[in-house]
C-alpha cells in the first residue's frame, strides 16, 4: 500500500488539487471516485486525473482551459502566476522575452483569446522561445474544435509533467 492511498481526502487534495491549475476539483473528484487506489506514485494519478476531465463533458473543460495564464502575458511580468506555471515559463525562458518577443506573444494571446475564448496552453517545458512562438502562430490558425482538443491535451501534458515531478520529492 503506498503513501497515497492511505490520504485523507484533504491530503490528497492538498498535495494534488494544484496539478491542474486553479482546478483542485478534479482532484476531489479523482479521489471521490478511488481513481487514487492504485496509485503507487504521483505520475500514476495522470490516467486518473485525466479521466475525471474527460468525463467531465465541455463546459468544466472550458473553465479548466480558462484557467490558465497567457504565456509571457502580463500576469508573468507581475509576477502573478503559480507556483508551477512561473517555474514551467521561465524553464522556458518566457521571463527574458524580448521587447519585440513580448509583444508577439501580447498580440497572439488577443488574437487566440478572441477566437477561442480560451488562453494558448502550451507544455513549455524542454521548448525554447522560438519553437513557443511558432508553435502559438501555427495554432491560432487552426479551428475552434481541433483546438480545444489540442488544449486539454496540452493541459493533460502539463500535468503529467508536474506529477513526475512530484515523484520526485514523493517518499512512498
Known amino acids: 500500500m503506498s503513501m497515497i492511498t492511505e490520504m485523507s481526502r484533504d491530503e490528497f487534495v492538498t498535495r494534488f488539487g494544484g496539478v491542474y491549475e486553479h482546478s483542485p476539483w478534479i482532484a476531489e473528484k479523482c479521489f471521490d471516485e478511488g481513481g487514487h487506489l492504485k496509485a503507487e506514485k504521483p505520475s500514476d494519478l495522470a490516467g486518473p486525473f485525466a479521466l475525471v476531465v474527460e468525463s467531465a463533458g465541455h463546459e468544466p473543460q472550458l473553465v479548466l482551459l480558462r484557467a490558465h495564464p497567457d504565456l ?23 521571463d527574458q522575452c524580448s521587447d519585440e518577443e513580448f509583444d508577439a506573444f501580447t498580440r497572439l494571446n488577443a488574437r487566440y483569446r478572441e477566437k477561442f475564448g480560451f488562453p494558448f496552453i502550451l507544455a513549455v517545458k524542454g521548448r ?36 513526475e515531478e512530484l515523484d520526485r520529492t514523493f517518499s512512498s
Not at 131 to 152: S, T
Open 72 to 94: 509571457a502575458g502580463k500576469l508573468a511580468r507581475k509576477g502573478g502566476l503559480t507556483a508551477e506555471s512561473s517555474s514551467e515559463q521561465a524553464s522556458a525562458g518566457l
Open 128 to 163: 525554447n522561445r522560438a519553437e513557443i512562438l511558432g508553435n502559438f502562430r501555427a495554432r491560432v490558425e487552426n479551428d475552434v474544435a481541433v483546438e480545444f482538443r489540442e488544449a486539454l491535451n496540452q493541459v493533460h501534458q502539463i500535468a503529467r509533467l508536474r506529477l
